[in-house]
């Protein structure tokens, strides 16, 4: 008998055969912090994709096209995630349509979860986290009125961009990786499911997923 086989390839439009579901938010929160973490990044993006003719109406009562991402001046979806300090990829999310705010993805999809662990593993976000509550560090943003921030706002800041910044490379590490997720040619709602799927043979590349989980955690798709 030869070795294991690796998972299918994030190219592909249907996964075939067996392989190791994306591991589910709260498994990734546990095993960073079994795994002594000091921090985690949270990060989002919205992966470009076709197809995406689907109308809603809008908070103003006007039809918008619910794709349509006005932060990425395009059509797509929008992705949240997890990383580890080094930009490794723990956890990525179901997909929402490209207009979603993060702060209003991440409170749909994960502040709930992810609450009860920021007192041991504190969250650094950019600044459309704003408002996410304690233990999300996001920069401070410049006071009414046009003054600046004081010395020891702006060294702050400074800190949290150069902590992010490694960790906020976990999504170039995907789509540079798996091509597909820089633009998606199918439905934008399969945009999390391939996402998922790049994030198991990332982690998999990464040694994060070994042969045998492989075999012994290994799901069937029809």
């Not at 919205?46 to 395009?74: F, L, M, N, Q």
């Not at 996402?195 to 012994?216: C, G, N, P, W, Y």
Request: glycine share 10%; charged share 25%.
């Amino acid at each position: 008998m030869g070795p294991p086989r690796p998972p299918p390839t994030a190219t592909s439009t249907k996964p075939s055969g067996c392989w190791p579901p994306a591991p589910r938010l709260r498994e990734a929160l546990e095993k960073a912090k079994e795994r002594g973490l000091p921090y985690l990044i949270l990060d989002g993006k919205v992966v470009a994709a076709d197809r995406c003719k689907e109308k809603t109406i809008s908070r103003k009562s006007r039809e918008i096209d619910r794709w349509y991402s006005g932060k990425a001046h395009g059509f797509g979806g929008n992705i949240q995630a997890l990383f580890t300090p080094g930009g490794i990829p723990l956890w990525v999310s179901a997909v929402l349509p490209g207009g979603v705010h993060d702060i209003t993805a991440a409170r749909e999809l994960v502040l709930a979860i992810l609450r009860p662990f920021l007192k041991h593993l504190p969250v650094l976000a950019d600044s459309g986290y704003e408002g996410a509550g304690c233990g999300v560090h996001v920069p401070v943003k410049n006071p009414a009125g046009g003054r600046e921030r004081d010395l020891g706002t702006r060294t702050r800041n400074a800190l949290l961009r150069s902590l992010r910044c490694l960790g906020e490379q976990g999504f170039a590490l995907m789509s540079q990786r798996w091509r597909t997720l820089q633009r998606v040619m199918l439905s934008p709602g399969k945009i999390g499911d391939i996402a998922q799927a790049a994030l198991v043979l990332v982690q998999f590349e990464h040694k994060m997923i070994t042969s045998d989980s492989l075999r012994q955690t290994s799901v069937c798709f029809a």
